[in-house]
């Protein structure tokens, strides 16, 4: 990718959106494009700082004149508007839109022929299929911001494909590590929530709780390295350091190691992996052990449940996606018990049918489905207890 690519950030007063702008402002770098999902005082915040962006509400909320405002004829409202900035000419969009809402803006900057920087769970492990078509049809790039998925591209710089015996995903192992399935019967909120090595929004906190966003990850890696399952591993490293590894067939194993800090990624990546320097963090690997041991698949079903989804493709990835934030939604909200959002997946993934998706609507269409089935299934949880 050019280095001096123009950025466009979806997802702009998120995590990685707010993460992203940190890196653009350290490394001096134009900003072309924000968007968020509402018109916030926050985003008109954000907008004020980067005079040259375009900025996007896809919700105007009550009154999007709060946000015309403060930045004039540069705001914009509504989805079409969010699809036009990801479409915006040889830029480099990083999406971190939270939930399904990312999937369209994905296809959009790769149909345009951009780079695309995706942090947006849902864009390849719902629509894994349509976004590899639209990545093949545009002839733009995919560019991982996920600190494992952005570890094992790192790793792989030089390296022939076909000489990877496979690809270690590292997983934290979550607040629950150590622990059996009879202690997690009526673990709170609270205890699902306690992360202890990354601060992460809430769903995907619950997903490494439940081991499911490893799941995720894993058939997220399917798709950016085109591997099949059967060479993609999860090893759970409590100190969250090495931040993925690949095993070659010489046995030789490269890893990247750093500090938990998702701005390396999102720089690795915004800045096509040219290595900018940053100042020192103060990072010591002398002040850390580093261990490894299998995951716990049986008190962590959700795992296994992600990798039987990824072989079965089609649409039951979109389904163990949608089916898993119903339940997580479900377990904050108290009506299901921890143990039970696997059984809601699992549940759901029984009852989707085998489809090939074909298009955006597709799979949105069995994001929707899923989300029937599970909430039934969240609602017999709920008749039963
Ligand atoms: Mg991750």
Known sequence: MPPDAPIVVLGATGSIGTQTLDVARRLGLQVVGIAARRASTELATI?????????VAVDPGDDGSALTDRVGVRARFGEEALLELASTA???????????AGLRASVAALNAGNHLALANKESLVAGGPVVMQALARGGGSLIPVDSEHSALAECLVGEDLGTVRRLVLTASGGPFRGMVRQQLADVSVGDALAHPTWAMGRRVTIDSATLMNKAFEVIEAHYLFGLPYDKIDVTVHPQSIVHSLVEFVDGSIKAQIGEPDMRHPIQYAITGGTRPAVPPSGFDLTQSDLTFEPPDRVTFPCLDLGY???????????ALNAADEV???AFLAERIPFLSIADVVSATLEQTADVTPGSVDDVLAADAEARRIAERHVASVQHDA
């Open 90 to 100: 040889r830029a480099m969009v990083v999406n971190g839109i939270v939930g399904a």
């Open 327 to 329: 339940a997580v939604a």
């Open 47 to 55: 907008a004020a700082e980067w005079p040259d962006a375009v900025v």
């Open 308 to 318: 039987a989804a990824g072989r079965r493709g089609g649409i039951a990835p979109a």
